[in-house]
């Protein structure tokens, strides 16, 4: 039988920080180590999340199907045009109400920088839509609109849902084109 | 509850970035700056001090969960009492009012408060997506995470409902900056024009570069006590310290996604929003023209949250005319808009009055160039210290910047800690300080004074 072999040392590998030379004071005086620069090292980080919409699932669901639906609190008829599974006067469970995605710019701006996520996408104009139907807004992409023309004309515009045609359970599975 | 005295504060320089140092030893520096302004060292508070509250935003900027412990460990305060708290851009706000509860309701008689950000140890494009997972991420943040693009929407709705300027909104950015040039704290000291302003980068349609708040590298810390803790640290300092109180505190809060923002009627308005100096037949017959015109409160133009930590602020500190009875503001001012907002969610002038507000001259301090013709003479500055938009917003940090700098107008003291008195406010008696977090989620509004 032969003998495990255990080793002592942890073999060096080409994996991360890679370090040749570091100064460092040669003799007894460490005096000089209060001045020295600070080190600064990469360090990775990226997950991938199991990440739920829970309660408000139908509304991706919907999308997904080329249909917008919103939420109503029955008894009252308040309205979200962004989901919401509770009304937050009543505190009462809402149901489920398809509407056209027509409706007005009630805000808007163009995006010429962002998050690391979306900088391949500038300029780009987000907009909150108001629907006749809904009591509150719905956040969303304008497209087709000119990023130059930009002017506070633009509020009141009406505008038009546009589905992607393979959605990608985001909200953006719908987008927006001005209607007139 | 007992009264609460604010005696001392530090705050570290706010800049771009601090590889030199971890978080811990910037929050080191500001600790030390407020104990060393008291007198006393390190021994002789810690045999006083009854605990702590830590603050800092985001555990994806410092990359290391507990981070708060960790300063206070650094600091040399175990195993006294502390907790962290976050609430997004209020979070150093909002830490400062748990520093003042926690000696208000008599659980401690010195309690010292800090916050601290790191935002440096990534790229500002990475940042601004750490920023907006502060957004709702099933509906807001997949559409274009970017704060900077909601507070625009924002602005583009209030210059829509009031007329508002890109002019008035650059009339602060000039203001802050040209303060800033006199603190040595702050991040960005610049003589800038209205010109300079708008022709910067444009950001978000139509905020620019000069219009927004850069990300900083800070910690600040402020130590509250009570009558006893007062008499303690007076004793052990061998000298009487300055009286300044917390007068009054207010918080309120709003919906995280902006769109689901009330659209209130005139009688709701008046029922829960208005403030006192509000209540008058002028006011009344204002907002009704308004309401007329299609205003709805608070809509995506106002921040509800706002208003009511300053409804609630001034019950508290028996504030009825704040233009007159505030000496001076240190307000969230993370964009010009926010600032112009804020003027009238803390009652500075009616909703819709803003804009006009910003470029008068009533919110410049006095006796400072800013290279404009201003029809008014100040009445009650608004960042003295050159807000965020000019010392820069380190999250964690800097509702508590806010706290010292306000600290050292109500003391007399700017002088000594800025080493130029051009921003200390004339006869400073009573000063407020806001924090705002998220589109307007979270707001703190804290009421200083100096004691008679």
Redesign the interface.
């Known amino acids: 039988m032969s003998k495990k072999v255990i080793s002592k040392r942890i073999e060096d590998n080409l994996q991360g920080t890679v370090v040749f030379s570091v100064p460092f004071p040669t003799g007894d005086d460490l005096s000089s180590l209060k001045h020295m ?2 080190i ?1 090292i990469k ?1 990775p ?1 990226s997950i991938d999340y199991n ?1 739920s ?1 829970g309660q ?1 699932s139908p509304f991706f669901a919907a999308l997904a199907n080329g249909r917008f639906i919103v939420t109503r609190e029955p008894q009252t008829g308040y309205t ?3 989901p ?1 599974a509770h009304d ?1 006067y009543t505190g009462r469970e809402t149901e489920w109400v398809e509407i056209k995605p027509e409706g007005r710019i ?14 391949p ?1 500038t300029p ?1 104009i ?3 839509v108001e629907f006749d139907e809904c ?7 304008l497209i087709g609109a000119d ?1 130059d023309d ?1 002017n ?1 004309k ?3 515009k009406k505008v038009k849902g546009r589905f992607l045609r393979n959605a990608k359970l ?3 599975d719908i987008y927006f084109n001005l209607a007139e | 509850m007992q009264p609460v005295y604010v005696v001392s504060g530090g705050v570290s320089k706010f800049v771009k970035a601090r ?3 971890t978080f811990q030893g910037l929050v080191k520096e500001a600790y030390d700056y407020a104990l060393a302004d008291l007198g006393i060292d390190h021994s002789q508070f810690f045999e006083l001090v009854d605990g702590s509250v830590a603050s800092y935003f985001s555990d994806h900027f410092t ?1 290391q969960l507990m981070a708060g412990i960790m300063a206070q460990d650094y600091l040399g305060l175990c195993p006294k009492p502390s907790h962290r708290v976050e609430g997004g851009g209020a979070t150093g706000g909002i830490c400062f009012q748990e520093g003042w509860k926690a000696v208000a309701s008599g659980y401690m008689d010195i309690c010292l408060a800090f916050g601290f950000e790191q935002m440096s140890h990534v ?1 500002t ?2 940042g ?2 750490f920023i ?1 997972l502060a957004s709702d ?4 943040y ?5 704060y ?3 507070y ?6 209030h ?2 409902e009031f007329g508002t300027t890109v002019e008035q909104l650059a009339h602060v950015s000039v203001k802050n900056h040209i303060n800033a040039y006199h603190n040595p704290y702050a991040q960005k000291r610049q003589r800038l024009t209205i010109e300079d302003v708008r022709s910067s ?7 620019t570069r000069n219009d927004i708040c850069v990300m900083s590298d800070g910690a600040a810390a402020v130590i509250f006590c009570s009558e006893d803790g007062l008499a303690k640290l007076e004793k052990a300092a061998g000298h009487r310290l300055p009286r300044v109180k917390v007068a009054g505190i207010g918080r309120g809060t709003d ?1 995280m ?7 209130q009627s005139y009688e709701d308005f008046y029922k829960y929003n208005a403030l006192p100096n509000e209540q008058n037949d002028d006011d009344r017959a204002y907002y009704k023209k308004l309401w007329k015109k299609g205003f709805r409160y608070p809509g ?2 106002s921040f509800r949250a706002g208003r009511m930590a300053s409804r609630e602020a001034y019950k508290n500190a028996g504030i009825v005319d704040p233009l007159h009875e505030i000496d001076f503001v240190e307000l969230h001012d993370a964009y010009t808009s926010s600032e112009v907002q804020t003027y009238e969610d803390m009652g500075l002038c009616r909703y819709g009055e803003g804009g006009p507000m910003a470029a008068s001259g009533k919110t410049f301090m006095p006796g400072i160039d800013y290279g404009l013709k201003l029809p008014e003479k100040p009445v009650c500055p608004v960042n003295p210290s050159g807000g965020l938009i000019a010392c820069g917003h380190p999250v964690g940090a800097t509702g508590l910047m806010q706290a010292v700098f306000a600290l050292w107008q109500l003391q007399g003291t700017i002088k000594k800690h800025f080493g130029d008195p051009a921003l200390q406010v004339p006869k400073a008696h009573r000063g407020a300080i806001h924090s705002h977090a998220g589109t307007g989620t979270y707001v703190t509004v804290s009421i200083l004074e100096k004691e008679k």
């Open positions: 620069s600070p600064v360090q980080y990440y919409y408000d979200y045009a962004t919401r937050m009630h805000a808007f701006t163009v995006c010429y920088f962002g998050s690391e996520a979306f900088l996408e780009f987000l907009i909150q009591d509150t807004l719905f956040l969303g992409r990023t930009a506070i633009w509020i009141g985001k909200p953006t | 590889p030199d140092k990359r790229e494009w990475k601004n997506e907006a991420i099933s509906f807001d997949p559409v274009g995470g970017f900077s693009g909601y625009a929407m924002m602005v583009t709705r210059m829509a980068p444009m950001v978000a349609w139509p905020l919906a996604r902006m769109s689901d923002r009330p659209h995506v133009h």
